[in-house]
């Protein structure tokens, strides 16, 4: 058993991080909100020279020819950073949508719920996007549309796109957790940094662990492939976001209530992707089935 | 990224399989958890057979991911604990195979891996619990012997034990982490008092060791004197992360139990009740999937600490939830599976450090925190 990442697994994550630092650092994340409902497409093409799209598409098809462990190193990057678009709907189109691979084309989904993100933008809609109706997003950087219909998009692949999701969601985790410590080691109140109170330090504390329980049975899902591992890394995921990024506008005090901090942006980026399908009480209820299935 | 058994763990996993299922049915019953000189001679005959068999060393020489198999295997089948084992096979032991002499490595190594001598832990004291540097026992030369007086707290086995691995204040004006000194204490020699102590569960499972004007050779000073905080620290990290292994396989057995109860009771149509128990699932195997992420790291990490605190906070739901399946009176029956469990999870956040402290420790040391205060 050799758990912990491969070099070529190290470099990957090393890799996407520099491209997607360089590429999408602050300031194209504050310019991306005055972009939406428009994606920037150069950065879609660049992702597609990159492989992001293609990475789980085998080399004989013009792809990268890797796995979902790599594929969940890459979608961990992506959360980390807010990287917009639909990212998930467009990788899994890949070999399917002509040009999905490439980043030419963006290709989105009608979810079995019956939400469909980034539909303006997108080139092609999988699934019955008949009436939809746009939806005002919490999340500036996630338009959303409702499509009346229920069960339209039952063609989408719910377990790989929630293990994606999670993914995503321990990215996410794991930036909160960092952006937290950042403004508790230097923001000073009562004449010490308030990192040094340990009601503080508890909460920091309590968010990297979240995230590095999330990280074991995400990295474990993606080797397994087992829908209750899948099941369980996207409650924990979900969790590690969520739950860090409150407390990470906790941390930030009345700065983290403020737009112009990035904080909100995280919150609810998590938010919406916890609503996608594979949802808490999903999860939840597959789960407990699985103890009595394996109990006898 | 691979969660397989490699050519080599697989074939252990097989041999110990194979060796489990002739080996436990002519194991003796089980002794009374009141019959210390019956549980001493059960471990210790457990440990024999596991030494006579290859095994006796699996705590020590063997890869971090190998010793893990034993321990998942272990438990799977029910074999024994590894009971008042514990510190010396776990404690004591790596720590005089790490610091200590070759006549030390000579004297008590051997008799811990045979099975033919208990040890306990003389660490924690009535006013050095999560603060163990604080400690006040205190040892001063006279001749070849140290003279130690105080007392010990939450020493398992010391009712049977042959050995006690003993934290002292030798220089009571160094700074605190560096006068203290590690000694290896025959427990039988004069003025040692062993009192047991009851826990809320009723079990004496711990007692109180008080030390008066005890003389320990100057030669069963492991490591060099007042260097005995370091001398510690270097095996606490030993077991790398494999020290609830056993637990956390027992807990999902548990769990799964616990869906055959609710579902035998009607409670498992309860839809709250049953999503709890869903997300004790996702906990326990997320849990699991972190022993085998610490297991498979090649330098200690932050995982020990991480585990810790979401674990002992796990174990405590999972016998809560346990409760809820019992439904009332049986929930306060002590006859009733789980009751007494539930009672005793109730340490795990506290034995070892509390979990305020682990808190505080992750935010200082991995998160560089400043200190806090």
Known sequence: ?296 | MDLTDTPQEAEFRARLREWLAKALPSLPDRPSPDDWPGRRAYDLGWQRTLYDAGYGEVHWGAEPAVRMIFLEETEKAGAPYVGANFVGLLHAGPTIAAEGTEEQKARWLPPVLRGEEVWCQGFSEPDAGSDLAALRTRARRDGDDYVVSGSKIWTSHAEVADWCELLVRTDPDAPKHRGITWLAMPMDAPGITVRPLRTLAGSNEFAEVFLDEVRVPVANRVGAENDGWRVTMVTLSFERGTAFVGEVVACRRVLGELALAARENGRWDDPVLRRRLGRLNAEFRALWRLTQWNVSDSVPGVGGSVFKLRYSHARQELYEAAAEVLGDPAALDLEQPWVLDRLSSLSYTIAAGTSQIQHNIVAERVLGLPKGR
Not at chain 1, 61 to 72: F, H, K, Q, W
Not at chain 1, 234 to 243: F, P, Q, S
């Open chain 1, 1 to 296: 058993m050799r758990f912990q990442l491969t070099e070529d697994q190290r470099a990957l994550r090393t890799g996407v991080r520099e491209l997607l630092t360089a590429r999408f650092g602050r300031e194209r994340l504050r310019a991306a909100m005055a972009d939406a409902p428009a994606l920037d497409r150069d950065l879609w093409r660049e992702l597609g020279d990159a492989g992001f799209f293609a990475l789980r598409l085998p080399e004989a098809a013009g792809g990268v020819g890797l796995g979902l462990p790599e594929a969940v190193l890459a979608f961990e990057e992506a959360g980390r950073v807010l990287l917009p678009g639909p990212l998930i709907a467009t990788q899994l189109a890949a070999g399917t949508v002509p040009g999905a691979a490439t980043g030419e084309t963006v290709v989105t989904d009608v979810d079995t719920g019956g939400t469909v993100e980034w539909l303006a933008a997108a080139d092609v809609v999988r699934g019955d996007a008949e009436g939809a109706v746009s939806v005002r997003s919490v999340d500036p950087l996630t338009p959303l549309h409702r499509v009346p219909v229920q069960d339209s998009g039952a063609a989408v692949d719910v377990p790989l796109k929630s293990l994606l999701t999670a993914a995503e969601q321990l990215g996410t985790g794991a930036r909160v957790v960092e952006l937290a410590v950042e403004h508790a080691r230097t923001r000073e109140q009562f004449g010490r940094p308030i990192g040094a109170f340990q009601a503080v330090q508890q909460l920091c504390a309590g968010m990297l662990v979240r995230v590095e329980v999330a990280r074991a049975v995400v990295y474990a899902a993606a080797v397994t492939g087992d829908p209750a591992d899948i099941a369980a890394a996207r409650l924990l995921a979900d969790e590690a976001a969520v739950h860090g990024a409150r407390d990470c506008l906790q941390v930030h005090g009345g700065m983290g209530f403020t737009w112009e901090s990035d904080v909100h942006l995280y919150l609810k980026r998590a938010w919406v992707r916890a609503r996608r399908p594979g949802s808490v009480t999903e999860c939840e209820e597959l789960l407990a089935a699985g103890l009595l299935a394996e109990a006898g």
